[in-house]
Structures are given as structure tokens and as C-alpha cells.
């Protein structure tokens, strides 16, 4: 398995990013939810309305994130990338969303109305295999 289908694995086994923001040099991380599109090139995730992380990303849509590995140390890191609220709404991504994460359903049902849709794009991921191998990926 090359690179690229090893990241494509990842974020397709891998359901959590530590999603990293700075406004005025100081730094926030925080755990999400997500699903990689790869027909759109880019990753998704929500928040509720009025979130502190939206006032983050309207005054700095720099980020970086890694996804946050389940059983083995498999991950992928992303240090340049920008966030901006997608034209789509969860409802509109919701088979994905289910698809990804079974449960992510009743979240859905009962704060659909609340949640906001965020994409991150980015054109190159590190992709790390362990403690052996780390290699920069384009896309």
C-alpha cells in the first residue's frame, strides 16, 4: 500500500482531529469529530452555533490538526490549512456522517438545527507509520 492509500485509510478508519487554532499567538486545541471527503478534497466537521472556536477561526482561519489514532500509532498531520463554514449544512452530509460514525445519527436528530458545518482544506498531509516511517503527502 502506497502513501496516498494509507492516508486515504486513515481518514477513513480514523473518526477524531485535535484541532489546533492561535488568535493573537495564543494557541487552542480541541477534540472533533470528522469525515474526509475525497471527491472534495477536504475534511469536515461541526460545531454548535455561537461556539468560541468560530470567533477562532473568523479571526484567524489558519489551523492544524492530526487525527487522534485508535489502536496502532498510525496518523496524519496537517500543519497548513484553512477553515471556512461550508455552504452545506449537516443535514446535507448526514449519510456521510453516518456512515463514518453509526451514532453520529442522534446527534443529528436532536442538535441538527444547532449545528454549524466547517470544511478544512489543505494540499499536502503528513502521513506517520509508526516510529519508522513519515512522508509528506500532496493531494
Not at 38 to 48: G, I, R, V
Amino acid at each position: 500500500m502506497n502513501t496516498t492509500e494509507v492516508f486515504k485509510k486513515i481518514m477513513k478508519e480514523q473518526t477524531e482531529i485535535a484541532l489546533a487554532t492561535s488568535v493573537k499567538e495564543i494557541p487552542n486545541v480541541r477534540i472533533v469529530n470528522f469525515f474526509y471527503d475525497e471527491t472534495k478534497k477536504c475534511l469536515f466537521f461541526s460545531t454548535f452555533k455561537g461556539n468560541e472556536k468560530i470567533t477562532e477561526f473568523q479571526k484567524n482561519p489558519n489551523v492544524a490538526f492530526t487525527t487522534i489514532p485508535t489502536e496502532q500509532t498510525n496518523h496524519v498531520r496537517v500543519h497548513e490549512a484553512k477553515v471556512k463554514k461550508s455552504e452545506l449544512t449537516v443535514y446535507d452530509v448526514a449519510e456521510q456522517w453516518i456512515q463514518k460514525i453509526p451514532s453520529y445519527v442522534e446527534n443529528i436528530k436532536q442538535a441538527g438545527a444547532m449545528l454549524e458545518l466547517y470544511e478544512i482544506h489543505f494540499t499536502k498531509a503528513i502521513v506517520i507509520l509508526g516510529m519508522a516511517s513519515r512522508e509528506t503527502i500532496l493531494l
